[in-house]
């Protein structure tokens, strides 16, 4: 009984990077803007979480500065994109090779030491409750945090005025602009908070997930969290279900490989790529639900006339 | 403070000729930032890593080799981009171009005539167009975005070339090392000068391939068709251009051309089926598309640029002794301010202080 345990455990703790990457975006892109730079974000994060806490010590320093290095970070998007409305899926994808390079740069000479992790949580006797204890109260302190995340964007983006105004602005910025709405500062506040969770989401990987420091070590999670913004049809509670889903299948490949069955590694590693693709084939067939869903500025810069 | 944008009435072609110089300028001086950041000389820096690599004729062919796969991948996105169709997998395309090619050395070894060589070429070239045509076909068919399937068909291509060249592939006397048999010669893309350098003729298909691209795309009416539905894809549909179609010509174009730009490489640089075949060529690519302008003759000088930035990475981490990484960030600031100037063809670009707004009436 306990395995199922330890399985759900690892699927989730798998899951969280991606739950909390993808619910960064999902704000980014309800606000209007497409931003392919997830990954770059991330792996920013990964490194500066992991940096600020070999030099500290404290792996919750190491946290915020990831917090705050991926804000930052997604900065340099927000005055290309924003300020000086370039193209939002080249500046994307510039950032995610910008990100990838100077994460190589900064890690160099962390790669090969030893990481510290961020405790999981214990409550005596809760923690200890057979089957759900340890799923429910004894998890890192990054896997509540995302669902804190789920929930309180959910209810931000459909319950307050100002989510409302930011769906607005996705939605038609023309119209918000009009209305008096600052479109362009609803949207850096949007692109930072997506910047911040992807930087989040890099120090799961690289305080929870695997303590250490590897180039890469994002591996195209980035990636994936954008498809699962599309999966979820941008609301919250489905992109939670999308990014277990996900993790079940990577910890479910994993397994496989452990247990051989004759399939080449090779073969069950490409498994969540392919698992993107035939999701994203699926979600995306009916052309008018797929319309229905999208903010309707999606990706269109935005330029006030005066 | 913040920026303003007033739209021009038409673009600017002073800016069109000057954006991607200021990039370049304005790379320099955040690389001078970066290297004094590291403790170096900023003067000396530079010159090593972008003027020494220049310096020597080993090494102007060593920029050559990588020249010629930045500036063949980079044709075929110019003309993928134009089109508004977003190709980012090229990477992978240039994987499955390398395999189907390597197939007739490793497949046949017998096989070695003056035939060898171009059918080699064209499965290379195959390889990369089929892989290019599943997020075409994805696109026009299911309408899934072709950014993310393309690019998951990276980790896949990755991943599938690995097991090859580990498994079934592998050369059978190898001491277990993976990697195919090496090539034999009928099967080797040819050097131009091989008594000065290892140069081979991959940059004569690039130069080539330019060539042809920047002619269909200005002279033919598929050209037209490209720079039609790219800019207005309204106006290409009442002309009665067909978007799928366009879809599947830019998926198939630049997918093909990366393979051939990886079977160039497995051919002519390495000689062998390997694990991995690309310092990330494919995404470099991307670079050299854009800082070209997309227009494929200036992916030409682009890929030489971009290929400089490999050579001077390593040429600092051995003169320097700074990480070799320092090349990817200049690739990345390279693109990041390519696309910031090109915002002045299209924009003035005026700095505003706060108050001079609040008088404008509050503007955001």
Redesign the interface.
């Known amino acids: 009984m306990d395995i199922t345990q330890n399985i759900l455990l690892t699927i989730m703790t798998a899951a969280t990077p991606l739950l909390i990457a993808a619910i960064g975006e999902l704000v980014v892109e309800r606000s209007g803007v497409l931003n392919?730079g997830v990954e770059g974000m991330m792996v920013i994060g990964a490194v500066c979480g992991f940096a600020a806490t070999a030099l500290s010590g404290s792996p919750w320093i190491g946290m915020l500065a990831a917090v705050a290095a991926g804000a930052v970070f997604s900065l340099?998007f927000g005055?290309?994109t924003l300020?000086?409305?370039?193209?939002q899926?080249?500046?994307g994808?510039?950032?995610t090779?910008?990100?990838?390079?100077?994460s190589?740069?900064i890690g160099?000479s962390f790669v090969g030491s030893a990481g510290v992790k961020l405790g999981s949580l214990h409550i005596p006797v809760l923690t200890d409750i057979p089957l759900i204890g340890r799923l429910v109260f004894g998890q890192d302190p990054i896997f509540y945090i995302s669902l804190i995340l789920t929930g309180g964007v959910a209810w931000f983006l459909f319950r307050t005025r100002a989510g409302l105004t930011l769906r607005a602005v996705g939605d038609n910025h023309a119209s918000a602009h009009a209305l008096g709405i600052?479109?362009?500062?609803i949207r850096y506040l949007a692109v930072m908070f997506g910047g911040a969770c992807a930087g989040l989401a890099g120090a799961h990987l690289s305080l929870v997930y695997t303590p250490q420091w590897v180039e890469n070590m994002t591996?195209?999670r980035g990636?994936i969290a954008?498809?699962l913004v599309?999966f979820a049809s941008w609301r919250p509670w489905r992109v939670l279900g999308g990014a277990y889903l996900f993790g079940a299948v990577s910890i479910g490949q994993l397994h496989a490989q452990a247990l051989g069955f004759g399939i080449?590694s090779?073969?069950l590693?490409?498994l969540p790529?392919?698992a993107?693709?035939v999701v994203?084939?699926i979600i995306?067939?009916d052309?008018r639900l797929?319309l229905m869903n999208t903010p309707a500025s999606l990706g269109r810069p935005f330029?006030?006339d005066? | 403070m913040h920026i303003e944008l007033q739209k021009r009435p038409v673009p600017s072609r002073l800016f069109a000729v000057l954006s991607p110089f200021i990039a370049l300028g304005l790379t320099l001086v955040a690389g001078a930032i970066l290297f004094m950041a590291l403790g170096k000389n900023p003067f000396d820096a530079l010159y090593s890593f972008f003027i020494e690599p220049l310096t020597e004729i080993w090494s102007l062919h060593e920029l050559t080799i990588k020249a010629a796969p930045l500036i063949l991948i980079a044709v075929g996105l110019s003309v993928c981009y134009r089109s508004n169709n977003w190709n980012i997998g090229a990477e992978g395309q240039f994987i499955m171009g390398g395999i189907a090619g390597s197939l007739v050395p490793i497949l046949m070894p017998g096989f070695q005539t003056w035939l060898t060589l171009p059918l080699m070429l064209l499965l290379g070239m195959a390889g990369g167009a089929a892989w290019g045509a599943i997020p075409a076909y994805l696109k026009t068919r299911f309408n899934t975005n072709e950014i993310l399937t393309s690019l998951m068909l990276v980790y896949t291509a990755q991943l599938f070339l690995d097991w090859l060249a580990r498994g079934v592939l592998r050369d059978p006397n190898g001491n277990n090392f993976p990697g195919s048999v090496r090539f034999p010669a009928a099967a080797e893309l040819p050097e131009i000068m091989p008594s000065a350098g290892g140069a081979h003729y991959g940059i004569v298909l690039a130069i080539i391939a330019a060539f042809i691209a920047w002619f269909m795309l200005r002279y033919t009416l598929n050209g037209f068709e490209v720079r039609v539905l790219g800019a207005n894809p309204r106006a290409g549909r009442f002309a009665g251009f067909s978007q799928k179609r366009m879809t599947f010509f830019a998926f198939l174009l630049s997918g093909g051309l990366a393979g051939l730009a990886g079977i160039a490489e497995v051919s002519g640089a390495i000689g062998q089926l390997r694990e991995t075949i690309s310092p990330g060529y494919g995404f470099t690519a991307i670079i050299v598309a854009f800082l070209g302008r997309l227009n494929p003759l200036g992916a030409i000088a682009a890929g030489f640029m971009l290929a400089l930035t490999y050579l001077g990475g390593e040429a600092a981490q051995m003169t320097l002794g700074v990480s070799d990484k320092v090349g990817r960030v200049f690739q990345g600031l390279l693109l990041f301010f390519v696309l910031g100037c090109d915002t002045l063809i299209h924009y003035h670009v005026r700095l505003v202080w706060r108050k001079a707004t609040a008088a404008a009436g509050g503007q955001a």
């Open positions: 392919l340099a005055v290309l300020s000086l409305a370039a193209n899926v080249a500046t994808l510039s950032l090779l910008l990100g990838l390079g100077l190589g740069m160099e600052n479109v362009l500062k591996a195209g990636w954008l498809a599309v080449p090779q073969f590693s490409a790529y392919v993107t693709i994203l084939v995306s067939r052309r797929t330029v006030p005066r």
